[in-house]
């Protein structure tokens, strides 16, 4: 089987064995020792996927829950939304090899930063918006690690699905 990497409009190419999830951005690969990260991880969310028997995996960094609010944004830059992104990972992760019935699903981010008064909490609807989004499309979320005051960084590693988080305040975990 050939390895391939599958990314959204703008995504990330290889630098070593690492891709890059970049600001409303998508990468999915299957390529052999990769790690797939995303960095700076702030107020936006990012779904991670993984299938172990295959070893492709994903991350989808999103910003907004609905491209409604904006089509014609949603059409150049669909990674931007969860609504038009997630069916773009589960996709590209299926095109590689992957089974819905095996994916590991994790998701991270949607720290509070800048809305101390609630007001618009951004990252509370998206991750309502996400949930339903991966329930309509028959995936559940197997870990979380959302909210909190820090920035992210999650690092997938293929050959393993472990997901590395690592924040200012403290040393890189496992979810």
Known sequence: MENRTAAAPKASAPSGNTLVAK?????????????????SLGSCLAVVVHDPIVKVGGILNFMLPDSSINPTRAKESPCMFVDTGVPLLLEAVLALGAEKSRLLVKVAGGAQFLDDQRTMSIGQRNLG????????????????????????????????GRLTIQTPAREPYLL
């Open 23 to 39: 600001l409303a951005e998508m990468v999915a690969s299957d390529l052999p020792g990769a790690e797939i990260a995303c960095l």
């Open 129 to 160: 918006t996400l949930m339903q989004v991966l329930q309509k499309s028959g995936v559940k979320v197997t870990a979380t690690d959302v909210g909190g005051r820090v920035s992210r960084n999650l690092r997938l590693t293929l050959s393993n």
